[in-house]
Nanobody
Framework: QVQLVESGGGLVQAGGSLRLSCAAS????????MGWYRQAPGKQRELVAA???????NYADSVKGRFTISRDNAKNTVYLQMNSLKPEDTAVYYC???????????????WGQGTQVTVSS
Protein backbone atom coordinates (compact mmCIF):
# COMPACT_ATOMS: atom_id res chain seq x y z
CA GLN A 1 0.00 0.00 0.00
CA VAL A 2 2.88 2.38 0.80
CA GLN A 3 5.72 3.20 -1.56
CA LEU A 4 8.84 5.32 -1.09
CA VAL A 5 10.61 6.47 -4.25
CA GLU A 6 14.06 8.06 -4.15
CA SER A 7 15.62 10.25 -6.80
CA GLY A 8 18.60 12.53 -7.27
CA GLY A 9 21.52 10.14 -7.00
CA GLY A 10 24.36 10.12 -9.47
CA LEU A 11 28.05 10.67 -10.06
CA VAL A 12 29.73 13.80 -8.77
CA GLN A 13 33.30 14.94 -8.18
CA ALA A 14 34.67 15.48 -4.70
CA GLY A 15 33.58 18.84 -3.36
CA GLY A 16 30.39 18.83 -5.39
CA SER A 17 26.76 18.67 -4.34
CA LEU A 18 23.72 16.48 -4.83
CA ARG A 19 20.14 16.75 -3.63
CA LEU A 20 18.24 13.55 -2.90
CA SER A 21 14.45 13.40 -2.77
CA CYS A 22 12.13 10.74 -1.41
CA ALA A 23 8.37 10.84 -1.89
CA ALA A 24 6.01 8.63 0.09
CA SER A 25 2.70 7.65 -1.43
CA UNK A 26 -0.20 5.34 -0.69
CA UNK A 27 -2.72 4.97 2.10
CA UNK A 28 -0.87 7.07 4.66
CA UNK A 29 -2.50 8.47 7.75
CA UNK A 30 0.54 10.28 9.11
CA UNK A 31 4.33 10.27 8.91
CA UNK A 32 6.42 10.57 12.04
CA UNK A 33 10.15 10.36 11.38
CA MET A 34 11.75 10.31 7.93
CA GLY A 35 15.40 9.68 7.31
CA TRP A 36 18.23 8.65 5.08
CA TYR A 37 20.50 5.65 5.52
CA ARG A 38 23.42 4.56 3.40
CA GLN A 39 25.31 1.37 2.75
CA ALA A 40 28.75 1.22 1.18
CA PRO A 41 30.19 -2.00 -0.31
CA GLY A 42 31.33 -4.34 2.43
CA LYS A 43 29.80 -2.24 5.19
CA GLN A 44 26.55 -2.34 7.10
CA ARG A 45 23.80 0.20 6.65
CA GLU A 46 24.15 3.33 8.76
CA LEU A 47 21.96 6.29 9.62
CA VAL A 48 22.92 9.47 7.78
CA ALA A 49 20.22 11.88 8.92
CA ALA A 50 16.70 11.85 10.32
CA UNK A 51 13.96 14.42 10.78
CA UNK A 52 10.83 14.26 12.91
CA UNK A 53 7.36 15.57 12.16
CA UNK A 54 8.25 18.72 14.11
CA UNK A 55 11.51 19.17 12.16
CA UNK A 56 13.91 18.06 14.87
CA UNK A 57 17.00 16.60 13.19
CA ASN A 58 19.82 14.18 13.87
CA TYR A 59 22.96 13.68 11.80
CA ALA A 60 25.77 11.21 11.70
CA ASP A 61 29.01 12.79 12.88
CA SER A 62 30.60 12.13 9.50
CA VAL A 63 28.13 14.39 7.67
CA LYS A 64 27.50 17.17 10.19
CA GLY A 65 28.03 20.57 8.64
CA ARG A 66 27.88 19.18 5.11
CA PHE A 67 24.44 17.54 4.77
CA THR A 68 21.04 19.04 5.50
CA ILE A 69 17.83 17.07 5.83
CA SER A 70 14.43 18.70 5.33
CA ARG A 71 10.85 17.70 4.62
CA ASP A 72 7.72 18.95 2.93
CA ASN A 73 4.80 17.52 4.86
CA ALA A 74 2.25 18.59 2.25
CA LYS A 75 4.06 16.45 -0.33
CA ASN A 76 5.09 13.61 2.02
CA THR A 77 8.62 14.20 0.81
CA VAL A 78 12.00 14.28 2.51
CA TYR A 79 15.16 15.79 1.04
CA LEU A 80 18.86 15.43 1.68
CA GLN A 81 21.06 18.27 0.49
CA MET A 82 24.61 16.97 0.29
CA ASN A 83 27.41 19.50 -0.03
CA SER A 84 31.19 19.18 0.04
CA LEU A 85 30.91 15.55 -0.96
CA LYS A 86 33.80 13.21 -0.27
CA PRO A 87 34.71 9.87 -1.84
CA GLU A 88 33.83 8.18 1.44
CA ASP A 89 30.23 9.34 0.95
CA THR A 90 29.94 6.86 -1.92
CA ALA A 91 27.13 4.43 -1.11
CA VAL A 92 23.59 3.42 -1.88
CA TYR A 93 21.32 5.83 -0.06
CA TYR A 94 18.00 4.52 1.27
CA CYS A 95 14.99 6.54 2.30
CA UNK A 96 13.16 5.50 5.46
CA UNK A 97 9.81 6.59 6.84
CA UNK A 98 8.19 5.74 10.15
CA UNK A 99 4.53 6.14 9.32
CA UNK A 100 1.01 5.09 10.14
CA UNK A 101 -1.05 3.44 7.46
CA UNK A 102 -4.71 4.39 7.15
CA UNK A 103 -6.83 2.06 9.25
CA UNK A 104 -4.01 1.05 11.59
CA UNK A 105 -3.13 2.20 15.08
CA UNK A 106 0.67 2.01 15.20
CA UNK A 107 3.66 3.20 13.22
CA UNK A 108 5.87 1.01 11.07
CA UNK A 109 9.09 1.55 9.11
CA UNK A 110 9.03 1.59 5.31
CA TRP A 111 12.00 1.69 2.95
CA GLY A 112 12.78 2.90 -0.52
CA GLN A 113 14.75 0.82 -3.01
CA GLY A 114 17.84 3.00 -2.81
CA THR A 115 19.69 5.41 -5.06
CA GLN A 116 23.39 5.24 -5.89
CA VAL A 117 25.66 8.14 -4.97
CA THR A 118 29.20 7.97 -6.30
CA VAL A 119 31.81 10.60 -5.45
CA SER A 120 35.00 10.57 -7.48
CA SER A 121 38.32 11.95 -6.27
Amino acid sequence: QVQLVESGGGLVQAGGSLRLSCAASGSIFSINTMGWYRQAPGKQRELVAAITSTSSTNYADSVKGRFTISRDNAKNTVYLQMNSLKPEDTAVYYCNAELRVLGTWRNRDYWGQGTQVTVSS
